[in-house]
């Protein structure tokens, strides 16, 4: 038989498992819905942490960013590799169990450093679940529909992230006054409440989880003779270094725009501080906004790319980010300076719109110009990109300014935003244009 007919033939064996397809698609952005919950609630305990342990908002963006990014980066790579070779939806299942069950100890941390030690547990855990998903989907999708599969699975960022909001704040309004007294645990605050009760529903998750089917892998790269080739990460890096204009270019230009996307950590302490809402108003404020604006942002982009790469634009997936990093910036830096929470609350999600319109371009780019088994490695070594500078320092940043320019004056938070979308768009859009440049070489090569 030949190639081409085999081809057909997976080909027409994905559109007979379409719907078992979509379906796992499904239950990956429910992970990533988890995820992003267990990892974003803490943004609603701001104050009482704060409290708790004596520290600074500088201090605070240490725990929502590089508590959890450190070893969510570390662990990206090892657990890229695996999912390249391993069986992927065990991969996932563990990362569940390992990041719902740390979320939880977070409820029980008696300190700063405890509480520090317990957030890299659940970037642990979360690190395995990208890597492996988009491998998954890479295999379950023919790349004209991986766009939209994509988009379908990184709703769970947005859903996470008003789950946490909404969910969360609603939550806090209903154990604001609870105080409960565990055997040998002693004594727990509302806030160490949520933490357990937001962490332990994962764990049914992971078991569902464990169900599904783990999808054949397509695409795999054969060797001289004919045999799939064994792809290690000094492979993948020399591919990476061979191609290093386009991939760190892109890749850390779009972790500097990505950045404004975790400020939003700092949004329901700014409509508090601000404006003087509510803990359930400013969670409501920050959560629909997510809601509307991401998931409208997500679905486009994921139909837009799709349409343009059918219509042969195979460049799509850094053009729409390049387009996307531009238009962020004009309501990334005004919405914390609104006169009102409403107006910023509006003008937030114009900014949700072009944060979701490229969060697949990062995933469908590796699909289009990586071989298959380096596509985990490669999504790891985004990943890599994505904790160390946006995970890890879009928290911080906003803290920084705070704590060091505006000397702890925490009604200034507004301004920090303000300044700290202003100094990274012009860096991002600058560095994703270059790879985008690098990218056509690489996509239209056999055209030329």
């Given at each position: 038989m030949s190639s081409e007919n085999?081809?057909?033939?997976?080909?027409?064996?994905?559109?007979?498992?379409?719907?078992?397809a979509w379906f796992i698609t499904a239950i990956l952005m429910l992970c990533y819905t988890f995820s992003m919950l267990d990892r974003e609630i803490i943004s609603l305990l701001v104050e009482p942490i704060k409290a708790a342990f004596t520290i600074t908002d500088f201090e605070m963006g240490l725990l929502m960013g590089p508590a959890f990014s450190l070893f969510y980066t570390v662990m990206g790579i090892p657990l890229g590799w695996a999912a390249d070779r391993?069986?992927?939806?065990?991969?996932?299942?563990?990362?569940?169990?390992?990041?719902?069950?740390?979320?939880?100890?977070?409820?029980?941390?008696?300190?700063?450093?405890?509480?520090?030690i317990n957030r890299i547990g659940v970037g642990v855990g979360e690190a395995s679940l990208t890597p492996g998903a988009s491998s998954m989907l890479a295999d379950l999708f023919p790349k004209e529909k991986l766009p939209l599969a994509t988009s379908v699975y990184s709703l769970g960022v947005f859903m996470g992230s008003s789950l946490?909001?909404?969910?969360?704040?609603?939550?806090?309004?209903?154990?604001k006054d609870l105080t409960v007294t565990w055997p040998i645990v002693g004594t727990l605050e509302y806030w160490q409440l949520t933490f357990i009760m937001v962490g332990l529903p994962g764990l049914i998750l992971a078991f569902f989880v464990y169900q599904i089917i783990e999808p054949k892998r397509r695409d795999l790269a054969l060797d001289a003779?004919?045999?799939?080739?064994?792809v290690s990460l000094l492979k993948a890096i020399k591919y990476l270094?061979?191609?290093?204009?386009?991939?760190?270019?892109?890749?850390?230009?779009?972790?500097?725009?990505a950045t404004i996307g975790y400020h939003s950590f700092w949004y329901p302490s700014l409509f508090m501080r601000t404006w003087g809402w509510s803990e359930l108003e400013a969670a409501t404020a920050t959560g629909l906004p997510s809601l509307i604006g991401g998931v409208t942002g997500l679905v486009l982009g994921g139909i837009i790319m799709g349409k343009m790469i059918e219509n042969g634009r195979k460049d799509a997936a850094l053009l729409i980010a390049f387009v996307a990093a531009l238009g962020i910036g004009i309501p990334a830096v005004a919405m914390p300076l609104m006169p009102s929470g409403i107006l910023a609350a509006a003008v937030m999600i114009v900014a949700k719109l072009f944060v979701g319109i490229?969060?697949?371009?990062?995933?469908?780019m590796i699909?289009?110009?990586?071989?298959?088994?380096?596509?985990?490695?490669?999504?790891?070594?985004?990943?890599?990109?994505i904790g160390i500078v946006a995970t890890g320092l879009g928290p911080v940043i906003p803290g920084f300014f705070?704590?060091?320019?505006?000397?702890?004056?925490?009604?200034?938070?507004?301004?920090?935003?303000?300044?700290?979308?202003?100094?990274?768009?012009?860096i991002g859009a600058t560095m994703i244009w270059f790879g985008w440049q690098e990218y056509k070489k690489l996509v239209y090569a056999d055209e030329t």
């Open positions: 085999i081809a057909v033939g997976e080909e027409n064996n994905l559109e007979r498992n379409v719907h078992y391993y069986n992927r939806k065990n991969l996932i299942t563990i990362g569940i169990t390992v990041w719902s069950f740390m979320t939880a100890l977070c409820g029980l941390a008696g300190s700063f450093l405890q509480l520090f946490a909001m909404i969910g969360g704040g609603y939550l806090l309004s209903q154990i003779q004919g045999n799939v080739e064994k270094l061979e191609n290093k204009k386009l991939f760190l270019n892109f890749f850390l230009g779009g972790s500097i725009i490229p969060l697949i371009s990062g995933i469908a699909r289009m110009s990586v071989p298959n088994q380096m596509r985990g490695q490669f999504t790891a070594l985004y990943f890599v990109f705070t704590t060091f320019l505006f000397n702890e004056n925490t009604e200034m938070i507004r301004y920090s935003l303000a300044i700290s979308a202003g100094i990274v768009v012009p």
